[in-house]
């Protein structure tokens, strides 16, 4: 058994398991050493491929353009360590919240149900997808994980049944089922065009085949499909009113990780099968430095906690964007900083968000929390000024990298796009402080504290201190990053540790 | 056969799509199928130049059809048709939960709001724990 295949075979077990379970406790305790058993597994691939090794597994033993392929690189080794290590935190937040009612005087027969139907399963599952994203190297399968990831999304979102839940839930549901028949027609025409699934292979193919308008109608589909599910600012619509739907902890991982997996999709597109296209990363880049400005702003209108997160999200996502398509190493290497960094803060945010939610309501104009919760204050506060990339804090390294590897690289549009993220910096430094002055600060309306259950917010507390240790080790892991960046330039470690040498290319029709 | 089945797919994808803009969620619902049915065909029509002279491990004589679109879309299948099903129920809930079908209708209905903790005083409920009172929605915002 190869150590590749574990962070898919064990969420996907253990949640086959979970279903079978009858008993609250046992289930919770079944799904936590599940996900720190995936959590480990990550590790043994991420740290064997920081030192610079691509992992590869042909499941079956079929040779790469036809089996199934597993691959890490650096890139996956990375999103599945951060990936993994907020799973396990969901699953043991979520084991507390499903016990509880969502807010205080609000019934926890609602989250109990939650539990009682297999809201721990679907993580397992949605684990299961975000991992299979990560590892496959395979166009197809990589639509099978999508799929895998949203079914399960979709359960979580929809589970409890209620309007908000049902009205969001459907445009959700429709709108990703509408991108999948995209994802799957495009992979269909690639492999009528290329002759080929496996990305190595396709990258290969299209390295010989030269430029083609055919290549580039292909490459515009993926990135239309995988920017659909990045929520990239015209396709992003559906996110800001979806993700404060499922309880806190669902919420959480969806918004943390969900949307990097869309970006992760790009990245694997464009450095990996489709290197030659230059007019694609410019629009990708352009709209990244407007899906700023619009997340910004839309924080700013929003009054409730969760929906202002979720824009701060699609802000967070922008950057990621920008940086992913600067087109140099500095510009991947302060991308790929940013990702770690949006990743946590993100997932903070949300958490945040939840408990907040819990003592408050959704709405966030109640003022004078910070006697009550002076914890919550302070996750808050470390977490915004993470968001808004002020120092010390990790977000200020990974917005520093990004500016300044846009304005090395020059150009009217980089410099437009750097002086919207610097922009964007002070207007979700508005809606952060506006949140602030508004819900923590003042004079008490509130007069009893409500208990937070300890669990909830030690999760919270061991996510707030990830993120700072992400500012405390920023040097080690920036150097990590630009090790990365330099595996993606070419990609030749990749192809090979996939293609068996010397294997002639099959011919195809063209 | 070679303008057909472009046609074909052409045709259900387009008919797909008009019915997925429209308001009625069972509308939507079949709309969705239509474009997995003519995402299907396409796929199809994908593999149709891909012939080969043998099959991998039988040993017989070709020219055979290149079976992997056809795996490609039995997979898309199977996921549609889950898709679909889930669909159908969420629609089902959704008009027993609000009494009408209709998009517009089921995105106007107000969210049920939930009272802050401050007033929800668990010995004597002031509001309804699911339903709270007008004065909640105005810390909110309609958006």
């Given at each position: 058994?190869?150590?590749?295949?574990?962070?898919?075979?064990?969420?996907?077990?253990?949640g086959s398991v979970l279903l079978l379970l009858r008993r609250s406790a046992v289930r919770r305790a079944v799904a936590t050493?599940?996900?720190?058993?995936?959590?480990?597994?990550?590790?043994?691939?991420?740290?064997?491929?920081?030192?610079?090794?691509?992992?590869?597994?042909?499941?079956?033993?079929?040779?790469?353009?036809?089996?199934?392929?597993?691959?890490?690189?650096?890139?996956?080794?990375?999103?599945?360590?951060?990936?993994?290590?907020?799973?396990?935190?969901?699953?043991?937040?979520?084991?507390?919240?499903?016990?509880?009612?969502?807010?205080?005087?609000?019934?926890?027969?609602?989250?109990?149900?939650?539990?009682?139907?297999?809201?721990?399963?679907?993580?397992?599952?949605?684990?299961?997808?975000?991992?299979?994203?990560?590892?496959?190297?395979?166009?197809?399968?990589?639509?099978?994980?999508?799929?895998?990831?949203?079914?399960?999304?979709?359960?979580?979102?929809?589970?409890?049944?209620?309007?908000?839940?049902?009205?969001?839930?459907?445009?959700?549901?429709?709108?990703?089922?509408?991108?999948?028949?995209?994802?799957?027609?495009?992979?269909?025409?690639?492999?009528?065009?290329?002759?080929?699934?496996?990305?190595?292979?396709?990258?290969?193919?299209?390295?010989?085949?030269?430029?083609?308008?055919?290549?580039?109608?292909?490459?515009?589909?993926?990135?239309?499909?995988?920017?659909?599910?990045?929520?990239?600012?015209?396709?992003?619509?559906?996110?800001?009113?979806?993700?404060?739907?499922?309880?806190?902890?669902?919420?959480?991982?969806?918004?943390?990780?969900?949307?990097?997996?869309?970006?992760?999709?790009?990245?694997?597109?464009?450095?990996?099968?489709?290197?030659?296209?230059?007019?694609?990363?410019?629009?990708?880049?352009?709209?990244?430095?407007?899906?700023?400005?619009?997340?910004?702003?839309?924080?700013?209108?929003?009054?409730?906690?969760?929906?202002?997160?979720?824009?701060?999200?699609?802000?967070?996502?922008?950057?990621?964007?920008?940086?992913?398509?600067?087109?140099?190493?500095?510009?991947?290497?302060?991308?790929?900083?940013?990702?770690?960094?949006?990743?946590?803060?993100?997932?903070?945010?949300?958490?945040?968000?939840?408990?907040?939610?819990?003592?408050?309501?959704?709405?966030?104009?109640?003022?004078?929390?910070?006697?009550?919760?002076?914890?919550?204050?302070?996750?808050?506060?470390?977490?915004?000024?993470?968001?808004?990339?002020?120092?010390?804090?990790?977000?200020?390294?990974?917005?520093?990298?990004?500016?300044?590897?846009?304005?090395?690289?020059?150009?009217?549009?980089?410099?437009?796009?750097?002086?919207?993220?610097?922009?964007?910096?002070?207007?979700?430094?508005?809606?952060?402080?506006?949140?602030?002055?508004?819900?923590?600060?003042?004079?008490?309306?509130?007069?009893?504290?409500?208990?937070?259950?300890?669990?909830?917010?030690?999760?919270?507390?061991?996510?707030?201190?990830?993120?700072?240790?992400?500012?405390?080790?920023?040097?080690?892991?920036?150097?990590?990053?630009?090790?990365?960046?330099?595996?993606?330039?070419?990609?030749?470690?990749?192809s090979a540790a996939v293609l068996v040498p010397g294997a002639p290319p099959r011919e195809g029709a063209h | 056969m070679e303008?057909?089945?472009?046609?074909?797919?052409?045709?259900?994808?387009?008919?797909?799509?008009?019915?997925?803009?429209?308001?009625?969620?069972?509308?939507?619902?079949?709309?969705?199928?239509?474009?997995?049915?003519?995402?299907?065909?396409?796929?199809?029509?994908?593999?149709?130049?891909?012939?080969?002279?043998?099959?991998?491990?039988?040993?017989?004589?070709?020219?055979?059809?290149?079976?992997?679109?056809?795996?490609?879309?039995?997979?898309?299948?199977?996921?549609?048709?889950?898709?679909?099903?889930?669909?159908?129920?969420?629609?089902?809930?959704?008009?027993?939960?609000?009494?009408?079908?209709?998009?517009?209708?089921?995105?106007?209905?107000?969210?049920?709001?939930?009272?802050?903790?401050?007033?929800?005083?668990?010995?004597?409920?002031?509001?309804?724990?699911?339903?709270?009172?007008?004065?909640?929605?105005?810390?909110?915002?309609?958006?």
């Amino acid at each position: 058994m190869n150590v590749l295949a574990l962070p898919v075979l064990l969420p996907l077990l253990g949640g086959s398991v979970l279903l079978l379970l009858r008993r609250s406790a046992v289930r919770r305790a079944v799904a936590t050493a599940v996900s720190t058993a995936t959590l480990l597994a990550s590790i043994a691939i991420a740290l064997r491929t920081f030192h610079g090794a691509v992992l590869s597994v042909q499941m079956a033993a079929w040779a790469a353009p036809f089996g199934i392929t597993l691959v890490a690189d650096g890139l996956a080794g990375l999103l599945l360590l951060a990936s993994n290590v907020l799973a396990l935190l969901t699953v043991v937040f979520a084991g507390s919240s499903l016990q509880h009612a969502p807010v205080r005087g609000g019934s926890a027969l609602l989250n109990r149900a939650r539990d009682a139907f297999g809201a721990q399963a679907l993580l397992q599952f949605l684990f299961m997808g975000v991992n299979m994203s990560f590892l496959t190297g395979d166009l197809f399968n990589l639509f099978v994980a999508f799929e895998v990831m949203l079914v399960a999304s979709y359960g979580l979102l929809l589970l409890g049944g209620e309007l908000p839940q049902l009205r969001e839930g459907f445009k959700y549901v429709v709108i990703n089922l509408v991108a999948s028949a995209l994802f799957v027609i495009t992979a269909g025409m690639t492999y009528g065009l290329v002759g080929s699934l496996n990305m190595a292979d396709i990258a290969r193919r299209v390295a010989a085949h030269g430029p083609d308008l055919r290549l580039t109608v292909l490459a515009a589909l993926l990135a239309l499909v995988f920017a659909t599910k990045a929520a990239v600012f015209p396709l992003g619509f559906w996110l800001p009113n979806s993700y404060p739907v499922p309880p806190a902890a669902v919420g959480a991982f969806f918004a943390a990780v969900l949307t990097k997996v869309g970006v992760y999709a790009l990245v694997r597109t464009f450095t990996l099968m489709f290197p030659g296209e230059h007019l694609l990363p410019a629009v990708l880049l352009a709209l990244g430095g407007v899906s700023m400005v619009v997340g910004a702003l839309g924080a700013i209108a929003r009054r409730r906690w969760r929906h202002a997160m979720a824009f701060a999200n699609v802000a967070s996502i922008g950057y990621l964007v920008a940086g992913v398509f600067i087109g140099t190493h500095a510009g991947m290497t302060a991308a790929l900083y940013y990702l770690v960094n949006s990743v946590a803060v993100i997932f903070v945010l949300f958490l945040v968000a939840g408990l907040a939610e819990r003592v408050g309501g959704a709405g966030y104009r109640k003022r004078g929390h910070l006697g009550l919760y002076p914890w919550l204050g302070a996750g808050y506060f470390a977490a915004a000024l993470a968001l808004t990339g002020l120092p010390p804090t990790s977000g200020f390294i990974g917005k520093f990298g990004l500016v300044r590897a846009l304005l090395a690289a020059g150009g009217g549009l980089r410099v437009a796009v750097a002086t919207a993220a610097v922009l964007t910096g002070l207007l979700l430094l508005y809606a952060a402080m506006r949140i602030w002055r508004e819900f923590f600060w003042g004079e008490a309306d509130a007069v009893h504290r409500v208990a937070i259950p300890r669990v909830m917010s030690g999760v919270t507390a061991a996510a707030t201190v990830l993120l700072l240790s992400l500012a405390v080790f920023a040097g080690p892991l920036y150097g990590l990053c630009g090790t990365v960046a330099s595996q993606l330039d070419g990609n030749a470690a990749y192809s090979a540790a996939v293609l068996v040498p010397g294997a002639p290319p099959r011919e195809g029709a063209h | 056969m070679e303008l057909l089945l472009p046609l074909l797919a052409a045709v259900l994808i387009g008919a797909g799509v008009f019915l997925v803009l429209s308001r009625a969620l069972i509308r939507l619902i079949l709309g969705v199928s239509f474009i997995s049915y003519g995402v299907n065909i396409a796929i199809l029509l994908a593999g149709e130049g891909e012939r080969r002279d043998a099959p991998p491990l039988l040993q017989l004589a070709g020219p055979y059809n290149d079976p992997l679109p056809q795996a490609l879309i039995l997979t898309a299948i199977v996921i549609s048709f889950a898709t679909t099903a889930l669909l159908l129920v969420l629609a089902l809930r959704a008009y027993q939960v609000t009494g009408t079908d209709h998009v517009q209708e089921l995105a106007d209905r107000p969210d049920p709001v939930r009272p802050p903790a401050v007033y929800a005083d668990p010995e004597y409920p002031s509001v309804s724990p699911e339903i709270g009172t007008a004065a909640d929605i105005d810390e909110e915002d309609g958006a």
